[in-house]
């Protein structure tokens, strides 16, 4: 996925997924890393404590709130929010490394963050909010995942509406009814914006090269 012939450059590009949490967000970008080596994730900073599925600098970068203040202060973050009563984050500087070297980052961040980045770094996004079929089915992914009190879940049902809201913000838009339909639907985009001439600098002096060319 992704090709592109021999000698033609190309821009990375930043992708955002988002989604209310138990859309499939995380599970579709998971699948995405695996098939498509082009993708590097950018691991998050949080204040969230860490689940038993989850490893530390894989998962995210798990900081205390001492930790995490002395970082967005020192200008290290590219955007932070608070979601759910923690905080979360881009580190700054793996993101403009991989911008420098030309490389695709892969993003798993709520609108607030989403914002921060297109607001800083807009040429170089694309955003894909994930939709659930519905909020009972919403209900039904978190309660089958296992990992929150009943408490929590009823506290992401109520901020998923908010959430939500703010699809408009976004480039794309998937409702994930089927997980195997909802990840082809994402990889699409994501060959479709690899194509676009603007991210293909490479192509000014291939296409010199073709008028060039005798045959």
């Given at each position: 996925m992704g090709d592109v012939p021999a000698g033609i450059r190309r821009r990375g590009l930043m992708l955002v997924l988002s989604s209310p949490s138990g859309a499939g967000k995380s599970t579709i970008a998971r699948n995405l890393l695996e098939s498509d080596h082009e993708l590097s994730l950018s691991v998050s900073v949080t204040t969230r404590p860490r689940r038993g599925s989850e490893i530390d600098g894989v998962h995210y970068h798990f900081v205390t709130q001492r930790e995490f203040d002395r970082l967005r202060d020192s200008d290290a973050?590219?955007?932070w929010a608070e979601v759910h009563g923690n905080c979360y984050a881009t580190p700054r500087e793996p993101v403009e490394a991989a911008m420098a070297e030309g490389r695709d980052m892969l993003f798993d961040i709520d609108w607030?963050?989403?914002?921060?980045l297109k607001d800083k770094m807009r040429a170089d996004i694309v955003s894909i909010f994930i939709l659930p079929p519905s909020m009972a089915e919403l209900k039904s992914r978190l309660k089958r995942r296992a990992e929150d009190s009943e408490e929590t879940i009823e506290r992401r049902l109520q901020n998923a509406r908010l959430e939500i809201e703010h699809w408009r913000d976004?480039?794309?838009?998937?409702?994930?009814r089927d997980l195997d339909r909802a990840f082809a639907q994402v990889r699409a985009v994501v060959a479709a914006e690899r194509l676009r001439r603007d991210r293909r600098p490479g192509l000014f002096d291939f296409v010199s090269g073709l008028l060039d060319e005798k045959v």
């Open positions: 973050l590219l955007e607030q963050g989403a914002l921060q976004y480039d794309y838009v998937v409702i994930n």
